[in-house]
């Protein structure tokens, strides 16, 4: 098993698929993932994902998610370098910007097309999971 070498934080809050094959690509890189979903999880989105070393779910109650995300990324800094933010709307790119400008050139954009595959979007640009994954590995 590799060392971990920085952290991603996914607030991904619906369409999963990109942000599964990105966190585990990042977590066969060494990062550890950490995923804050807004309310209860099911016990078979928790399962798609746990199963993967250095990847974590957290269910957060819906009053207090904002609350933890604001602390999760004022304090991931603190505990090793972000090597991405998985975001998956626009909303949550201009919150992130407005409070943590400094983070703004981690955050990767995951939405999904209608037949479920993931757009991923860095800097504005279309990439691929090799390439998202790349990029978050460099930047660090």
Known sequence: MTTPTGRVLSLVEKGWAGARQLSIRFSREGLQVRHLVRGRLAADVRACLTPYAGITIWGIPRRVYRVV????????????????????????????????????????????????????????????????????????
């Open 69 to 140: 995300v604001w602390l999760q990324l004022f304090a991931a800094p603190l505990r090793g370098p972000v090597r991405a933010i998985l975001i998956d709307n626009e909303r949550s790119a201009r919150w992130i910007n407005r409070w943590f400008p400094h983070l703004q050139e981690y955050v990767i954009l995951i939405q999904e097309r209608g037949d479920g595959s993931p757009v991923i979007k860095w800097r504005g640009a279309k990439v691929n999971v090799d390439a998202a994954a790349g990029m978050a590995m460099d930047i660090g």
